[in-house]
């Protein structure tokens, strides 16, 4: 599976200059490529309703937060969405080149699977920034 140069360069830009909240990746044509980008002022509603109801996704987020002793933080989370109503040939693509596509991505700090909006709740995504 390639990866598109463009999904490298827009992750480090949102590592590095933070110019964006999320981006959105999606396969096409045995190719990972960037379906969306989201503005720093969005939010994680936006970042979590761009995702298809019946296909599989790649993501980044960029969640900023607040430590229990009160630092502003932020970490890197790489969701890698497979809904339960996705095709059964989709999911085992995403599923078996996520790790080699992960890899191109560095500075991603946690990963989170999800088959259900539910499981990318931001409560989750809370608890596992801290």
Do not use: H
């Not at 969405?81 to 996705?86: K, L, Q, R, V, Y």
Request: net charge negative; charged share 30%.
């Amino acid at each position: 599976m390639a990866v598109s140069d463009e999904c490298k360069l827009r992750f480090m830009e949102l590592k590095a200059k933070r110019i964006y909240r999320f981006i959105i990746f999606k396969i096409e044509n045995q190719q990972v490529v960037v379906e969306k980008v989201g503005n720093p002022e969005e939010t994680y509603e936006d970042f979590s309703a761009s995702f298809p109801a019946d296909e599989c996704r790649y993501s980044v987020f960029d969640f900023d937060f607040i430590t229990n002793e009160n630092c502003q933080k932020s970490k890197i989370f790489f969701i890698a969405w497979a809904p339960d109503t996705a095709k059964i040939r989709s999911k085992m693509v995403y599923a078996s080149s996520k790790d080699r596509f992960k890899r191109e991505l560095d500075g991603i700090q946690v990963e989170l699977q999800a088959t259900d909006p539910s499981e990318m709740s931001l409560d989750i995504i809370k608890g596992r920034a801290l």
